[in-house]
């Protein structure tokens, strides 16, 4: 029997649907399956859907052999799983936040106090590590309603964008883990789930780079190609192309997503004309 690599993501929410996107962008094709699991018609993987919280200890009991989530959950649960890649979507953040009218001037503020949490792990390290004296009320969703109604003095939850806590009267008040997507794995795989494993990592780095990198493609007067170059050293060096028109070149690269902006402006400084800038699909370095 052929070996197959399982894999659990979420069952549904936003992660879901970025963990499921990574696996279109490797190239893996998912039949529609049931509510439980599907397969891949291209590739030997099979998709478990689980509630994001189980998905540590399904992958630490060897019955997923890697699976996809949130850093929060993965410290929140500290089973005995190895992270072995970061796929750089679903950033958010876990924070402490009280009623907006308080005046809050640090974290001695929560000295005595009660915060209401989903991860008591979590802050109960934080506030050892801080030597912040407060009890730690842990719910299950809904957490932001927890000073509305009596239950704790603040809070300590997950924040995107901080509507939520605007809509309940909050303001947060001090980051305390900074989380994103991370992708775990049994640390007992046999020698084929780790070839398997491997060729699935090369297909997810191959589409990290490419939405981290810009293909860029301009003409340059020869008199100024020197200095243009020097500012597109690509995965090794540009490609310099002779066109039509003497004395002039066109010059194709790869840049940094981060750096393309400033590299433009100092190329047109230098000369550089009909800069094209393109997404690249697939990058193998």
Not at 84 to 97: D, E, H, T, Y
Not at 169 to 195: D, Y
Request: aromatic share 6%; net charge negative; proline share 4%.
């Amino acid at each position: 029997m052929n070996q197959v690599l399982k894999i659990a993501v979420q069952k549904s929410g936003r992660l879901n649907e970025k963990s499921m996107g990574l696996l279109k962008e490797c190239g893996i094709k998912i039949n529609n399956g049931g509510k439980l699991m599907s397969t891949a018609s291209n590739f030997p993987l099979e998709v478990f859907y689980l509630r994001d919280d189980d998905i540590p200890q399904y992958v630490a009991e060897g019955v997923a052999d890697i699976g996809i989530v949130g850093e929060n959950e993965f410290l929140e649960k500290d089973e005995q799983v190895e992270v072995i890649n970061r796929p750089g979507f679903s950033k958010c953040r876990l924070s402490l936040a009280v009623r907006r009218e308080e005046e809050y001037n640090g974290l001695e503020w929560f000295e005595g106090k009660k915060i209401a949490t989903s991860y008591p792990v979590i802050l109960r390290k934080f506030l050892e590590e801080k030597g912040i004296n407060a009890t730690i009320e842990e719910i299950s969703g809904s957490v932001e309603i927890a000073p509305g109604i009596g239950l704790a003095e603040g809070i300590f939850d997950i924040v995107s964008t901080g509507s939520t806590l605007l809509a309940n009267g909050l303001k947060e008040v001090e980051v305390v883990l900074r989380s994103e997507a991370l992708l775990i794995a049994n640390p007992n795989l046999n020698t084929e789930q780790k070839a398997l494993l491997d060729k699935l990592l090369f297909r997810i780095e191959a589409a990290k780079s490419a939405k981290q990198n810009k293909y860029i493609l301009l003409n340059a007067p020869n008199d100024k190609l020197d200095a243009i170059v020097s500012l597109l050293p690509g995965m090794r060096s540009p490609t310099v192309l002779p066109l039509a028109d003497e004395g002039w070149s066109s010059v194709h690269s790869v840049i940094k997503e981060d750096d393309f902006w400033e590299v433009i402006d100092q190329l047109k400084e230098k000369g550089a004309e009909g800069i094209l800038v393109c997404p690249i699909e697939k990058m193998i370095v």
